[in-house]
């Protein structure tokens, strides 16, 4: 058996994945970048609906700045609550056929929205050090259920969107530190120009 037949991975699959990491990894703008992780994992997973959150560490929370389709611009809740608080906390992926017979399932989000959650395949996103960083889940795929091979697919993508959400977020630390350098650099120019005439 190959490689590739163990990964559960086709080979079109694994290479739309490749499409998607490169597509990720040119993006540096923080809020494109959540709502490209959505788009295109909606797409490869063949879903209805995906959302992204990430953890708070500082607050014990799970917040998502984007639920595709959902008018909802940021949600909160506590890390180990719910399907994405729960993979959030214990770093496992969770995959259920039928939301409305898990207990963990929070049917809330279904009324607010009018969206009916069927089937739920919720991962991690891991760093390259194994820290969790926060949760990518999908709903209701469209052929069927989720199955071992969509669970793969999805800790794949949740590992490319761990990486480029760090590097975005450092390339955005970077600016903001070369901006503060260029300010200072700037005014302490103008100090000594205004120093060296008042010398002249």
């Keep these: 058996m190959t490689r590739q037949k163990d990964s559960g991975i086709s080979?079109?699959?694994l290479s739309l994945l490749l499409k998607v990491g490169l597509r990720l990894a040119s993006e540096r703008d923080s809020e494109r970048l959540l709502r490209m992780i959505i788009e295109e994992t909606t797409a490869v997973m063949d879903a209805e609906r995906s959302s992204l959150f990430l953890i708070d560490r500082k607050k014990n929370e799970m917040w998502a700045k984007i639920a595709q389709a959902a008018e909802v611009h940021e949600i909160r809740f506590p890390l180990g609550l719910g399907i994405a608080g729960t993979v959030g906390k214990?770093?496992?992926?969770i995959n259920i056929p039928d939301a409305y017979r898990d207990s963990r399932f929070n049917p809330e989000f279904d009324k607010k929205t009018g969206f009916r959650t069927r089937s739920i395949l919720c991962v991690p996103m891991k760093n390259l050090h194994g820290e969790v960083l926060g949760a990518i889940q999908v709903l209701n795929k469209h052929d069927g259920s989720f199955d071992a091979g969509d669970a793969t697919l999805l800790t794949a993508l949740a590992a490319q969107a761990a990486v480029t959400i760090e590097n975005a977020d450092l390339y955005r630390k970077l600016?903001?530190?070369?901006?503060?350098?260029?300010?200072?650099?700037?005014?302490?120019t103008a100090e000594l120009v205004a120093a060296n005439d008042r010398l002249s």
């Design 175 to 188: 600016s903001e530190l070369t901006l503060s350098l260029e300010k200072k650099v700037k005014e302490r």
């Design 90 to 93: 214990t770093g496992e992926a």
């Design 11 to 13: 080979s079109e699959r």
